[in-house]
């Protein structure tokens, strides 16, 4: 934990007098020295009080030159400026400024004195070198975490610019480490943010102590620290190789038991590591490659290393590795066929495999990577989609592939042309494929995005607004000027309504009415019980999506269920 800076640097002696010295001897034996700024004046009754040089000469001056005849025999006192608060050598430099700032001086800020623990006159101090001290504290306070005394993440940033900058093109490598607890949040809730703040001081020690030599160690916020070094590689050596020796170091020195916490308070650390060579690179990339790297870690079980990797593309492998795509069918209840399936991103993790993955798409939505993240969705739905068609499943043919679209990915450049190229390269029809417009998209956005929304549905795909209903912004929205193919009510809508609950089923009802005037397909989800399904056929919808008909499933799951569906429409 970093150490407040106090004033004790800061305090200059200075001499002291009776508040009874006359005037003249003052200005014969003190200030006539010239190096004297200021003057203590103590009271009778142990008071304090300053007297600058400047206030004295002036006054001495007076208005017509008198002002040394008038007061030459009175004491020093009637010149002195009382009520100023005191400070010892400890005090912190902002509370010093504060007193300072707070005092009442009419001539702007006052020298304050400084008494030692026994309450003896030391010194004063000065409001310029003050008022620096104020700001070098204000600048070590930005570059210094207050927790650990590590550096911030500007800090950071900045140390791992100049690393990258110092490359030369040779066998220079610059290694970061991004390293995150993986017990904090447990610590935390079990034992206290006490025991919390013991376990991030605790690892950051470890980490100065393995880490050095490192250009800077850094703690970026909560439980994730950063570690930025530079070294040159033996010819025998691969970058890959340096890099995850160099986060095993890291990753073991945080795995040591630590004797002053308590054993429920210990933990371990997922690390991503990351390697750069050239002097031109983009050191915020190079970060999120080693954070991403890191994530990917931590899903596969913590307490490991992961090397971060580009992909020819540009996309990291490593976030991907961690996601697959699981299907839903929607169904047409008139003939009980699927006619669309959609493509629902999950995380790969220990204990399951149907987890939305909020953590990663937080994370992209962090890095500036929702239109990459969305892509890759897309392509992999798109592959999938033609597979089933070349394999011949019949059922295939006429499916149509649902994916959705980030609300961030909507202000994304070019969105049009970037989509429309995954998709095409995928070697799928734009007529085969429905983008879902979230409802968490603002309204601002989508009008933003019209453009590149009407070359989407020029290009033959479908739009479709999700999750209608959920609020006014929603129903809003159908109120735009938007090439929308489709509505999807909200489940909340759904459950409602199956439960008998008049608002929402006259809901149910006022969306069914508006898609009709709008000409759009609409489809209800989460539909869940025998209720709710026979709630959206009164409101007279037919399609609809949920665990009552399907449950999201893998992709062979899904063909199997599309052969048998198939198979069950020949035989009617």
């Known amino acids: 934990m970093?150490?407040?800076?106090?004033i004790e640097p800061l305090v200059e002696h200075c001499l002291m007098v009776p508040s009874d010295t006359p005037c003249s001897e003052v200005g014969a034996h003190i200030f006539n020295r010239g190096n004297r700024h200021t003057l203590l004046v103590r009271a009778d009754d142990g008071?304090?009080?300053?007297?600058?040089r400047e206030h004295f000469l002036h006054s001495m001056a007076g208005a017509y030159g008198y002002g040394r005849q008038l007061l030459a025999r009175q004491g020093i006192g009637e010149l002195t400026h009382w009520g100023m608060p005191a400070v010892t050598p400890d005090t912190p430099v902002a509370t010093a400024a504060a007193l300072m700032m707070g005092s009442e001086a009419p001539e702007g800020f006052r020298d304050l004195p400084v008494v030692g623990a026994d309450g003896d006159p030391l010194g004063i101090i000065r409001p310029v070198r003050l008022m620096r001290a104020l700001a070098d504290d204000a600048a070590r306070r930005a570059e210094t975490d207050g927790l650990t005394g590590l550096a911030t993440r500007a800090r950071v940033i900045a140390g791992l610019e100049d690393a990258i900058a110092g490359l030369d093109d040779g066998d220079a490598r610059v290694i970061v480490a991004f390293l995150d607890l993986d017990r904090l949040k447990h610590v935390n809730d079990s034992l206290g943010h006490g025991a919390?703040?013991?376990?991030?001081?605790s690892a950051s020690r470890r980490l100065l102590a393995v880490a050095g030599g490192a250009d800077v160690v850094g703690?970026?916020?909560?439980?994730?620290f950063v570690v930025v070094a530079r070294m040159r590689l033996p010819a025998a050596i691969t970058a890959e190789d340096a890099a995850l020796a160099y986060g095993e170091r890291l990753r073991a020195a945080l795995a040591q038991h630590d004797p002053d916490l308590p054993d429920?308070?210990?933990a371990r650390a997922s690390v991503g590591v990351a390697v750069e060579s050239s002097p031109g690179a983009d050191a915020e990339a190079l970060l999120r490659l080693a954070d991403t790297a890191m994530y990917s870690a931590k899903l596969g079980g913590g307490d490991r290393v992961q090397y971060g990797r580009r992909s020819a593309q540009g996309v990291d492998a490593i976030l991907t590795d961690a996601l697959h795509l699981m299907f839903q069918p929607i169904i047409d209840t008139a003939t009980g066929m699927p006619t669309a399936v959609e493509a629902l991103l999950r995380a790969h993790t220990a204990a399951d495999d149907s987890n939305f993955p909020a953590d990663i798409k937080l994370r992209a939505v962090r890095q500036g990577a929702t239109l990459?993240?969305?892509r890759w969705v897309l392509s992999r739905a798109c592959r999938s989609l033609r597979r089933w068609q070349a394999d011949g499943l019949e059922a295939a043919r006429r499916l149509r592939m649902h994916v959705n679209l980030s609300p961030e990915t909507l202000v994304a450049p070019g969105l049009a042309d970037e989509l429309l190229t995954t998709i095409a390269e995928a070697g799928v029809a734009p007529d085969r494929i429905v983008l879902e417009l979230s409802e968490l998209s603002r309204v601002g956005d989508i009008n933003a995005a019209s453009l590149e929304l009407a070359a989407l549905d020029a290009a033959g795909v479908s739009l479709a607004l999700d999750d209608v209903g959920v609020s006014l912004d929603t129903l809003r929205l159908l109120q735009q000027q938007l090439p929308l193919s489709l509505i999807k009510v909200d489940r909340t809508?759904?459950?409602?309504?199956?439960?008998?609950n008049a608002v929402d089923a006259e809901v149910l009802s006022v969306i069914a009415r508006i898609a009709a005037q709008l000409k759009v397909e609409i489809i209800a989800e989460g539909v869940e019980t025998m209720a709710e399904s026979e709630a959206v056929a009164r409101a007279g919808i037919r399609h609809e999506q949920g665990f009552l008909r399907f449950r999201p499933m893998s992709e062979p799951l899904l063909r199997a269920r599309l052969a048998s569906a198939a198979a069950l429409a020949m035989r009617r």
Not at 47 to 52: I, Y
Not at 219 to 224: A, H, I, N, V
Not at 493 to 500: D, E, I, L, T, Y
């Open 2 to 6: 970093t150490s407040e800076a106090t």
């Open 47 to 52: 008071e304090l009080g300053v007297v600058s």
């Open 196 to 201: 919390g703040d013991a376990l991030l001081r």
């Open 219 to 224: 703690r970026l916020g909560g439980d994730e």
């Open 264 to 266: 429920s308070a210990q």
């Open 372 to 374: 990459e993240l969305d």
């Open 493 to 500: 809508v759904v459950a409602g309504a199956g439960r008998g």
